[in-house]
T-cell receptor, first 115, second 115 residues
Framework: AQTVTQSQPEMSVQEAETVTLSCTYD???????LFWYKQPPSRQMILVIR??????QNATENRFSVNFQKAAKSFSLKISDSQLGDAAMYFC????????????FGTGTRLKVLA | GAVVSQHPSWVICKSGTSVKIECRSL??????MFWYRQFPKQSLMLMAT?????????EQGVEKDKFLINHASLTLSTLTVTSAHPEDSSFYIC???????????FGNGTRLTVT
């Protein structure tokens, strides 16, 4: 069975600085998707970025980028120029490319942004 | 972007009554919908996977007679909590997926309080 591990329960970053959130996963599958979702205090889950496993190039969305290391089964999220609005819970998620399409979520990392 | 509407946002009910939560995909057809439960400061726990026109698939440990899921159309899934008890109080989140390659889009959640 697939698992997703986020080893950092909480992280802090100074406004305008850069922070990296870690995520590792375990799977025997070769084709899958990885995601980072953000959950602010409103509790609305918001997609931050996604990565297809077959793509070697790391995904980037404005200030958000990932470091996808398939062999190491690592999928970290880098937030550049951190803003107060980035403060939230961040969940890493895995989804098979076939089958039931169930998402497996990590336990989350709470990000605090310090002014 | 894809929008998922979940209603109600919050509900208070008395023990022993039933509560229905609706999840609608507003601008896309959702072949698959998922229902999650989230306890405070915890990750999302998948309750069931719902496919249009077929019976929901429940995760281990989730009582299907208590949490009735209906996915009657490609844009609507409902979760009914039957004979609610205080321990059913939680935050329930629905999500919907369109095509196989599309990401998961979430509703804004329902906070259920059973008194």
């Amino acid at each position: 069975a697939q698992t997703v591990t986020q080893s950092q329960p909480e992280m802090s970053v100074q406004e305008a600085e850069t922070v990296t959130l870690s995520c590792t996963y375990d799977t025997s599958e070769s084709d899958y998707y990885l995601f980072w979702y953000k959950q602010p205090p409103s509790r609305q889950m918001i997609l931050v970025i996604r990565q297809e496993a077959y793509k070697q190039q790391n995904a980037t969305e404005n200030r958000f980028s990932v470091n996808f290391q398939k062999a190491a089964k690592s999928f970290s999220l880098k937030i550049s120029d951190s803003q107060l609005g980035d403060a939230a819970m961040y969940f890493c998620a895995y989804r098979s490319a076939a089958g039931t399409y169930k998402y497996i979520f990590g336990t989350g990392t709470r990000l605090k942004v310090l002014a | 972007g894809a929008v998922v509407s979940q209603h109600p946002s919050w509900v208070i009910c008395k023990s022993g009554t039933s509560v229905k939560i609706e999840c609608r995909s507003l601008d896309f057809q959702a072949t698959t919908m998922f229902w999650y439960r989230q306890f405070p400061k915890q990750s999302l726990m998948l309750m069931a996977t719902s496919n249009e026109g077929s019976k929901a698939t429940y995760e281990q440990g989730v009582e299907k007679d208590k949490f009735l899921i209906n996915h009657a159309s490609l844009t609507l899934s409902t979760l009914t909590v039957t004979s609610a008890h205080p321990e059913d109080s939680s935050f329930y989140i629905c999500s919907a997926m369109g095509t196989e390659s599309s990401p998961l889009h979430f509703g804004n959640g329902t906070r259920l309080t059973v008194t």
